[in-house]
């Protein structure tokens, strides 16, 4: 064959990328639901355990549904490699805890998902690792927090839930000059607006429980670099730890793969038009979005991103009114996912951030009055109009 698959357009790899075809010519890619698998012979299970000869061995370090999916997503971004894990989470905690050992020393944004931010302040310092958070707007503040031994940086852009952006191109100069590797939850960005390693960073992680599934079904994570670092820093903790994706689910995501790009660009313009329905309601105190020219990091957001992304924060001002407004929303579903057909809003300081303590809640601005809203797939005008009756009933 004499196509490059990495020449093709990102549609075109969104729909071929990977596809690995059984004797059958399947056109629609098949489901391997097998654990393990067979050899010929004694001495082709010695070779293939040796790594001298290629196959799958079992499940728990690769399978072919699954193997498919991985070599999509790395085609998409432009990785080397992808691991596949069981959500984003199993994703986050692979992508860290393969950089550090005891002793080491990580910087974390202090904006980050809820579950992101329990395993830096929690989990790592269990094994003697510490976390130091930063305002991950202020470049000073990334540069202040390096130690000796620091060797990883974690950083959610746009961060959940206020849509915070960092200039990863920077951070990444910082974390190199240090001697450490940056790591990327690119979630809330896609990898259709946002590709963190073709600006500097070394680790991309995906929870494709969101865009990439992106009809509220499975979970499941990704975590994405280039070679020799994916090998060295996962390959051994993936196979013996067992954070495998079901092929199921990699199956599932596999076909979400294959609209993404249609799914991602449509909820983008909905979500420009239900901020502008926001701004401009005298109930709304602020709105925060990607691709509106009043987001503070509106210069950086010009130069690392390409589109402004499905989710939309709006400040009511007071819980009261927050709650007021999710009560009166008639088609937008009060839910804490994102990513999905279906628009949701969920109040971050009652559920996805209840468990980030109220000064770390205040540091971040996330005051009680604010809303996130993943915008879906439904019409623009409906969503407008339940949007609008809900910002008149706050
Ligand atoms: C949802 C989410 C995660 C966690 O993903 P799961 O698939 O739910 O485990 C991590 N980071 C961000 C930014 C997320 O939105």
């Given at each position: 064959m004499s196509e490059d698959p990495r020449d093709w357009e990102v549609e075109t790899r969104l729909v071929r990328g990977g596809l690995a075809r059984s004797p059958y010519g399947e056109i629609s890619e098949a489901l391997f639901l097998t654990q393990s698998f067979?050899?010929?012979?004694?001495?082709?299970?010695?070779?293939?355990?040796?790594?001298?000869?290629?196959?799958?061995?079992?499940?728990r370090f690769g399978n072919p549904t699954t193997q498919m999916f991985e070599d999509r997503l790395a085609l998409?971004?432009?990785?080397?490699?992808?691991?596949?894990?069981?959500?984003?989470?199993?994703?986050?905690?692979?992508?860290?805890?393969?950089?550090?050992?005891?002793?080491?020393?990580?910087?974390?944004?202090?904006?980050?998902?809820?579950?992101?931010?329990?395993?830096?302040?929690?989990?790592?310092?269990?094994?003697?690792?510490?976390?130091?958070?930063?305002?991950?707007?202020?470049?000073?503040?990334?540069?202040?927090?390096?130690?000796?031994?620091?060797?990883?940086?974690?950083?959610?852009?746009?961060?959940?839930?206020?849509?915070?952006?960092?200039?990863?191109?920077?951070?990444?100069?910082i974390a190199h000059a240090a001697g450490a590797k940056l790591v990327v939850d690119n979630v809330f960005a896609t990898p259709i607006f946002q590709k963190p390693l073709q600006l500097g960073a070394d680790i991309v992680v995906y929870s494709a429980t969101k865009h990439i599934d992106g009809q509220g079904r499975v979970l499941g994570g990704a975590v994405l670099g280039n070679e020799p670092l994916m090998s060295e820093a996962y390959k051994d903790i993936v196979r013996h730890t067992g954070p495998a994706l079901s092929p199921f689910n990699a199956w599932v995501m596999l076909k979400g793969l294959e609209t993404l790009d249609l799914r991602v660009r449509r909820q983008s313009e909905n979500a420009a038009k239900v901020a502008d329905a926001m701004a401009a309601h005298a109930k709304a105190k602020a709105v925060a979005y990607c691709g509106r020219a009043d987001h503070p990091q509106a210069e950086v957001i010009a130069r690392q991103m390409s589109g402004g992304g499905n989710v939309v924060a709006l400040d009511l001002g007071s819980q009261e009114a927050a709650w007021r407004f999710l009560n009166a929303l008639e088609i937008v579903d009060i839910s804490n996912n994102l990513g999905d057909a279906k628009s949701m809003a969920t109040h971050p300081s009652t559920t996805t951030h209840r468990s980030t303590p109220e000064d770390e809640r205040l540091a971040i601005g996330l005051t009680p009055g604010w809303i996130r809203m993943s915008v879906g797939l439904e019409g623009p005008g409906d969503l407008v109009r339940d949007v609008t009756r809900a910002l008149d009933a706050a």
């Open positions: 067979a050899y010929d012979s004694a001495e082709a299970a010695d070779a293939r355990f040796a790594g001298d000869a290629p196959g799958f061995i079992y499940q998409l971004e432009g990785a080397e490699s992808c691991r596949a894990t069981a959500s984003g989470m199993a994703a986050i905690t692979l992508a860290l805890t393969g950089l550090v050992r005891a002793g080491d020393h990580v910087v974390a944004g202090r904006a980050l998902f809820g579950s992101c931010r329990w395993i830096c302040s929690e989990y790592l310092p269990r094994f003697g690792v510490e976390v130091t958070f930063v305002d991950a707007t202020d470049l000073t503040d990334w540069a202040n927090a390096v130690r000796p031994n620091t060797k990883a940086f974690l950083v959610e852009s746009p961060a959940n839930p206020l849509l915070e952006v960092t200039d990863i191109a920077a951070v990444a100069e």
